[in-house]
C-alpha cells in the first residue's frame, strides 16, 4: 500500500513540475514578446499609439500568468502538506531548493535521508 502512495505521489509530483516548468516558460516568453513591442515600433518610427492595445493585452498576460503561477505555488504547498498527512516522507523529486510551508518564509529542515539537513526558501 505504502509503495503503491509513493508511486502516485511520484506521478501527481511529475504533472505538478511540468505545470510549473509550463507556467515559467510561459512567463519568461509573454515577458520577451512585451520586452519587444515597443523596440519594433521605435525600430519601425511608428507612432506610440500604434500597438498599444497589444502592448496592453500582452501586460496583462504576464499579470494572469503570474497569478496562475501563485495558485500552482500554493497547490504545491497543499499537496506537500497532504503527503505529510499521510505519512509519506519528503523525497526530492525537483528542485534543490524547497519551500517553506508559507510564500516569504524561510528555514532548514532536516527531512532529507541520512539527516542531512535540507535548505528551505521561498
Known sequence: MR????????TV?????AAEEALDLAAARIAEL?????????????AATIGQDAVQSSASAMI??????EKIVATH?????ASD????????YGD???????PGAVGVSNA???????LRLA
Open 34 to 46: 512585451s520586452a519587444s513591442l515597443p523596440l519594433a515600433r521605435l525600430d519601425a518610427r511608428l
Open 77 to 81: 504547498l497543499h499537496l506537500k502538506k
Open 112 to 118: 532529507q535521508p541520512g539527516g542531512q539537513p535540507h
Open 85 to 92: 498527512d499521510i505519512g509519506l516522507r519528503e523525497t526530492s
Open 13 to 17: 509530483a511529475q504533472r505538478l513540475f
Open 96 to 102: 534543490l531548493l524547497k519551500t517553506s510551508e508559507l
Open 3 to 10: 509503495a503503491h502512495r509513493q508511486a502516485i505521489a511520484r
Open 64 to 69: 494572469l500568468v503570474a497569478e496562475t503561477r
